[in-house]
């Protein structure tokens, strides 16, 4: 357990992004029009009463009963392994017919997914139920006759195709344990994953638009395979779906005996049906990769039963989706948001859940306006950065367009109360309500939000805790910080929910130290009250009890949205020869909210050159992939240092941000920072 501590220590916070918060006044509260009030899923504030600590965890009942079960349970929740929490104990279901197969009963023929392709002259498809059905079914078929079982891992590299929710529903029918990697991450990326996860089948496209671009996606699935083996993971099969047939895969070349087209292998098995099997509650459901502290991401696991209640439960309360809504949600499917409130929660609730190929200002801002126009969406969610953007470049686009939304949602970063405003003038024309959610890929759904037919929204402050969530803000010493102090502290979650992730995929030591051990005071104890949920978020709490997230405590950096651990872009950084020393740090950005700045000390006999930072740039590239394109890469002459030889972050950070350094007389080459603020903000 120890070696992973450091993911916890202070030298970690060294260059937090809460370090760097922007404080925003407290802002004015905004209440919801009646017309929603009246519509909504949850109106009456008694709710709240159903989930006080006195009915926990049974007041979760009201989620599992969302959906349709073998087997019900026998123990809500069982913490005699803690903290490895068992939801739903003894209770049998099945994601895919939850999401797919019950719905057929009482509305077949309605769509449950709209692809919008992005060049704008391609039809949007719609699917429906049946249709999803019959797909769902066929590609299970498939990947049976490829001999998967229930608890063998598969890994999915695929950009927003509806064919990665059917792979998805497919996998969960047989209980196979998917894993989706972003899209935009590199082969390499997504060879790494496959290895930690022991998958020995890829599954992937041939290409796909993106800005106007038809990408080739293939050949990251030959980079993956080969990063994978090198790691002693041997990918047996490459599925690859085709986007284009014709104009595209012809060209995609395939490896004899390894590689095949999905339709290729669908021809087989038209109309075949494969029952969904009765799985455990507690069987794992998905990985999803993420960025932590060390250069090896960590595969959260999530629960079948636990994560799917969760995620129907607050999309119907948060989302407040109802059958006969037409719901979009404007994030990826590579990320926890795409599997929660694209996939899983939205189709668990029989909803039509659109979803768009492309960027949102390709090929101008108006191209959500006019998505949103053309199919009815009523239901919008999206990312603070993809609203910056829109604002940026077409402020007034949304004026043009003939859309009304009832909800928004912003998610993945805080949304600063200017862009808000925007968001809530413009894009909801003071006809919707917001909900800003403050969640984690580890925590499965929401756990920080307003609920929109009760709470008002305060711009800045993604609201309350959710409904059975009790967070806590504590400091170093573990005392909390009240409500209303206007102080931060490391927000922490007191008890486990349903959503909550499982373990690290191999990692359990991991798990414990890195999410649990830092507040508890005896591992022994198998009572949840005494393993607080360490997020890895700074905030603070107003009187009114809402909260304000300030960004990472830890050594992430939250790129519009995206998780990027500052060991992983520095490990990539030192595969270049001539590095001696990287160093990564947060820095504030217009459009991004945050974006990557990296330092690079050169070993000695090398002089700074601009080769020399395109390496560092395509070794990043080549590693994780284009969004974790540092914004500058500065070649100094020495990092500042520790008298024990650490690199102060905090000191390069304040550099980048123009924020005082703060005490640098301890260090043992104070003079070094000058140089470096010189040579950075001169250059700015
Ligand atoms: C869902 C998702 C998690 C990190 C999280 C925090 C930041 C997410 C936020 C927010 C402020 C919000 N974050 N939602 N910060 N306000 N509404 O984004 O998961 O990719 O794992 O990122 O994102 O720092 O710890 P994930």
């Given at each position: 357990m120890a070696d992973d501590l450091d993911d916890v220590t202070d030298e970690s916070s060294e260059s937090s992004e809460a370090l760097i918060a922007v404080h925003w006044r407290e802002e004015g509260y905004y209440p919801p029009p009646a017309s929603f009030v009246a519509q909504a899923n949850a109106s009456d504030p008694a709710i709240r009463e159903q989930f006080t600590e006195d009915k926990y965890p049974d007041c979760f009942t009201a989620y599992a009963d969302l959906l349709t079960w073998y087997k019900k349970w026998d123990t809500v929740l069982d913490t005699s392994n803690a903290p490895f929490w068992k939801w739903w104990v003894g209770g049998e279901l099945n994601a895919s017919y939850n999401c797919v197969d019950r719905h057929l009963e009482t509305h077949p023929n309605k769509a449950a997914l709209i692809f919008v392709?992005?060049?704008?002259?391609d039809a949007h498809q719609a699917i429906t139920y049946r249709e999803l059905y019959v797909r769902v079914n066929e590609f299970a078929a498939v990947l049976r006759e490829l001999g998967l079982k229930a608890g063998d891992r598969i890994t999915f590299h695929m950009p927003m195709v509806p064919e990665l929710p059917v792979a998805m529903l497919a996998a969960a029918r047989l209980g196979i344990i998917h894993s989706q990697v972003f899209a935009g991450f590199s082969g390499t990326a997504a060879g790494h994953r496959i290895a930690d996860s022991g998958s020995t089948v890829l599954v992937t496209i041939d290409g796909y638009y993106r800005s106007g671009?038809?990408?080739?996606?293939?050949?990251?699935?030959?980079?993956?395979v080969e990063a994978a083996a090198k790691e002693g993971q041997q990918v047996d099969k490459v599925l690859v779906f085709r986007r284009y047939p014709g104009q595209y895969s012809a060209k995609t070349p395939?490896?004899?005996?390894?590689?095949?087209?999905?339709?290729d292998l669908l021809a087989a098995h038209k109309g075949e049906i494969v029952e969904p099997v009765a799985l455990k509650a507690t069987d794992p459901l998905f990985l999803m990769y993420t960025s932590g502290t060390t250069g090896r991401p960590k595969g959260c696991q999530h629960s079948i039963g636990g994560y799917l209640s969760y995620v129907a439960g607050t999309s119907k309360y948060y989302q407040d989706i109802h059958p006969d809504d037409t719901y979009w949600c404007m994030a990826d499917i590579g990320w926890i948001t795409g599997h929660s409130y694209i996939v899983y929660g939205p189709l668990a609730l029989g909803t039509t859940s659109v979803i768009y190929e492309g960027t949102p200002n390709y090929p101008d801002a108006g191209r959500p306006w006019r998505i949103a126009r053309q199919l009815g969406v009523n239901i919008f969610h999206t990312s603070p950065t993809a609203i910056r953007m829109l604002r940026k470049v077409g402020p007034d686009e949304p004026a043009k367009y003939d859309f009304h939304f009832k909800h928004m949602t912003t998610v993945g970063e805080p949304i600063e109360p200017e862009v808000w405003r925007w968001y809530y003038d413009n894009v909801g024309k003071d006809e919707a309500v917001i909900v800003d959610t403050w969640w984690q890929t580890e925590t499965g759904g929401f756990l920080g939000s307003t609920l929109p037919a009760i709470d008002s929204a305060k711009p800045g402050s993604c609201g309350p805790a959710a409904l059975g969530i009790y967070p806590v803000i504590l400091d170093e010493d573990s005392n909390e910080v009240p409500a209303g102090s206007g102080k931060a502290g490391n927000i922490c979650i007191r008890n486990p929910w349903p959503g909550v992730f499982q373990t690290i995929w191999g990692q359990p030591d991991r798990f414990v130290s890195t999410y649990y051990a830092k507040y508890n005071k005896d591992p022994k104890s198998t009572d949840w009250r005494d393993w607080p949920y360490f997020a890895g978020d700074g905030a603070t709490q107003a009187a009114d009890g809402y909260f304000r997230i300030l960004g990472r405590v830890d050594d992430v950096i939250n790129v519009a949205g995206h998780r990027l651990g500052t060991k992983e872009l520095e490990s990539a950084?030192?595969?270049?020869?001539?590095?001696?020393?990287?160093?990564?740090?947060?820095?504030?950005?217009?459009?991004?909210?945050?974006?990557?700045?990296?330092?690079?000390a050169l070993k000695p006999g090398f002089d700074a050159s601009p080769e020399i930072e395109a390496k560092v740039k395509a070794a990043i590239e080549t590693d994780i992939g284009k969004i974790a394109r540092p914004k500058n890469i500065w070649i100094v002459p020495d990092m500042p240092k520790t008298r024990s030889g650490k690199i102060m972050r905090r000191v390069i950070a304040a550099t980048s941000n123009f924020t005082d350094t703060g005490d640098i007389t301890t260090l043992a080459n104070p003079e070094v920072v000058e140089k470096i603020r010189e040579q950075v903000q001169t250059a700015k």
């Amino acid at each position: 357990m120890a070696d992973d501590l450091d993911d916890v220590t202070d030298e970690s916070s060294e260059s937090s992004e809460a370090l760097i918060a922007v404080h925003w006044r407290e802002e004015g509260y905004y209440p919801p029009p009646a017309s929603f009030v009246a519509q909504a899923n949850a109106s009456d504030p008694a709710i709240r009463e159903q989930f006080t600590e006195d009915k926990y965890p049974d007041c979760f009942t009201a989620y599992a009963d969302l959906l349709t079960w073998y087997k019900k349970w026998d123990t809500v929740l069982d913490t005699s392994n803690a903290p490895f929490w068992k939801w739903w104990v003894g209770g049998e279901l099945n994601a895919s017919y939850n999401c797919v197969d019950r719905h057929l009963e009482t509305h077949p023929n309605k769509a449950a997914l709209i692809f919008v392709p992005e060049p704008e002259g391609d039809a949007h498809q719609a699917i429906t139920y049946r249709e999803l059905y019959v797909r769902v079914n066929e590609f299970a078929a498939v990947l049976r006759e490829l001999g998967l079982k229930a608890g063998d891992r598969i890994t999915f590299h695929m950009p927003m195709v509806p064919e990665l929710p059917v792979a998805m529903l497919a996998a969960a029918r047989l209980g196979i344990i998917h894993s989706q990697v972003f899209a935009g991450f590199s082969g390499t990326a997504a060879g790494h994953r496959i290895a930690d996860s022991g998958s020995t089948v890829l599954v992937t496209i041939d290409g796909y638009y993106r800005s106007g671009d038809l990408l080739d996606h293939k050949v990251k699935a030959d980079e993956a395979v080969e990063a994978a083996a090198k790691e002693g993971q041997q990918v047996d099969k490459v599925l690859v779906f085709r986007r284009y047939p014709g104009q595209y895969s012809a060209k995609t070349p395939m490896v004899e005996g390894r590689d095949v087209f999905v339709d290729d292998l669908l021809a087989a098995h038209k109309g075949e049906i494969v029952e969904p099997v009765a799985l455990k509650a507690t069987d794992p459901l998905f990985l999803m990769y993420t960025s932590g502290t060390t250069g090896r991401p960590k595969g959260c696991q999530h629960s079948i039963g636990g994560y799917l209640s969760y995620v129907a439960g607050t999309s119907k309360y948060y989302q407040d989706i109802h059958p006969d809504d037409t719901y979009w949600c404007m994030a990826d499917i590579g990320w926890i948001t795409g599997h929660s409130y694209i996939v899983y929660g939205p189709l668990a609730l029989g909803t039509t859940s659109v979803i768009y190929e492309g960027t949102p200002n390709y090929p101008d801002a108006g191209r959500p306006w006019r998505i949103a126009r053309q199919l009815g969406v009523n239901i919008f969610h999206t990312s603070p950065t993809a609203i910056r953007m829109l604002r940026k470049v077409g402020p007034d686009e949304p004026a043009k367009y003939d859309f009304h939304f009832k909800h928004m949602t912003t998610v993945g970063e805080p949304i600063e109360p200017e862009v808000w405003r925007w968001y809530y003038d413009n894009v909801g024309k003071d006809e919707a309500v917001i909900v800003d959610t403050w969640w984690q890929t580890e925590t499965g759904g929401f756990l920080g939000s307003t609920l929109p037919a009760i709470d008002s929204a305060k711009p800045g402050s993604c609201g309350p805790a959710a409904l059975g969530i009790y967070p806590v803000i504590l400091d170093e010493d573990s005392n909390e910080v009240p409500a209303g102090s206007g102080k931060a502290g490391n927000i922490c979650i007191r008890n486990p929910w349903p959503g909550v992730f499982q373990t690290i995929w191999g990692q359990p030591d991991r798990f414990v130290s890195t999410y649990y051990a830092k507040y508890n005071k005896d591992p022994k104890s198998t009572d949840w009250r005494d393993w607080p949920y360490f997020a890895g978020d700074g905030a603070t709490q107003a009187a009114d009890g809402y909260f304000r997230i300030l960004g990472r405590v830890d050594d992430v950096i939250n790129v519009a949205g995206h998780r990027l651990g500052t060991k992983e872009l520095e490990s990539a950084a030192l595969t270049v020869n001539e590095v001696a020393e990287a160093a990564a740090v947060p820095v504030v950005d217009d459009v991004r909210g945050r974006m990557v700045e990296m330092y690079i000390a050169l070993k000695p006999g090398f002089d700074a050159s601009p080769e020399i930072e395109a390496k560092v740039k395509a070794a990043i590239e080549t590693d994780i992939g284009k969004i974790a394109r540092p914004k500058n890469i500065w070649i100094v002459p020495d990092m500042p240092k520790t008298r024990s030889g650490k690199i102060m972050r905090r000191v390069i950070a304040a550099t980048s941000n123009f924020t005082d350094t703060g005490d640098i007389t301890t260090l043992a080459n104070p003079e070094v920072v000058e140089k470096i603020r010189e040579q950075v903000q001169t250059a700015k």
